[in-house]
Nanobody
């Protein structure tokens, strides 16, 4: 069982930065690939970024490449999403998710993740 709690969201202006955090409780955080997803009002939840167990492998959706960075600290059981140069279209509820994984892969599909946080709101004004 994994419990995930996101924090760090807020209201910012276009061009600003935010750092989202995802705290994991439960054992063996290092055994989980992690992902960040977002859901804007009236839209489906979409993939943002993912990181493998070791942190060596990452992948991003095209719209955030070069602006967002996913990372993790396995000793602290934390995952992060650094978001720079935020745009109004980044406005959404952001969720972190965990997938138990035996290898060092990453995953982009919503259905691949079993555990989800409650989400944190990010609002970017123009």
């Amino acid at each position: 069982q994994v419990t995930l709690v996101e924090s760090g969201g807020g209201l910012v202006q276009a061009g600003d930065s935010l750092r989202l955090s995802c705290a994991s409780s439960g054992r063996s955080f290092v055994n989980y690939a992690m992902g960040w997803f977002r859901q804007a009002p009236g839209k489906e939840r979409e993939f943002v970024a993912t990181i493998s167990r070791s942190g060596r492998n990452t992948y991003y959706t095209d719209s955030v490449k070069g602006r967002f960075a996913i990372s993790r600290d396995n000793d602290k059981a934390m995952a992060y999403l650094q978001m720079d140069n935020l745009k109004p279209e980044d406005t959404a509820v952001y969720y972190c998710a965990a997938k138990l994984n035996g290898g060092d892969d990453y995953y982009t599909g919503i259905a691949e993740y079993r555990w989800w946080g409650q989400g944190t709101q990010v609002t970017v004004s123009s």
